[in-house]
């Protein structure tokens, strides 16, 4: 019923730039949080940046003022431009949805996309 589609994952020299996309289709209405976490091999995974839909933001220290997440609401899409982009940003990049029901949270996945930042 619910589904998120990524792209925009690659290979980048350092210091370089990528956008990523993330596009909810199916039943999701009124998205309360869209959002973008990450996750290197042996490495939990970790929060890099999320939105609400009033536009208020939040960032992992380390990516803050080299990222920037942003949210199209009449198309359900949330993007994530990376620039000045570190070998240490290599990880899988996963989109996140988060819908609040009264007292419950329900949380939409995306399939991940990889970004590897190599020389």
């Known amino acids: 019923q619910v589904q998120l589609v990524e792209s925009g994952g690659g290979l980048v020299q350092p210091g370089g730039s990528l956008r990523l996309s993330c596009a909810a289709s199916?039943?999701?209405?009124?998205?309360?949080?869209m959002g973008w976490y990450r996750q290197a091999p042996g490495k939990q995974r970790e929060l890099v940046a999320a939105?609400?839909?009033?536009?208020?933001?939040n960032y992992q220290d380390s990516v803050k003022g080299r990222f920037i997440i942003s949210r199209d609401n009449a198309k359900n899409t949330v993007y994530l431009q990376m620039n000045g982009l570190k070998p240490e940003d290599t990880a899988a990049y996963y989109c996140?949805?988060?819908?609040?029901?009264?007292?419950?949270?329900?949380?939409?996945w995306g399939q991940g996309t990889q970004v590897t930042v190599s020389s």
């Open positions: 996140n949805l988060v819908k609040l029901v009264g007292p419950l949270k329900y949380n939409y």
């Open positions: 199916g039943s999701i209405s009124s998205p309360d949080i």
């Open positions: 939105i609400t839909s009033g536009d208020r933001t």
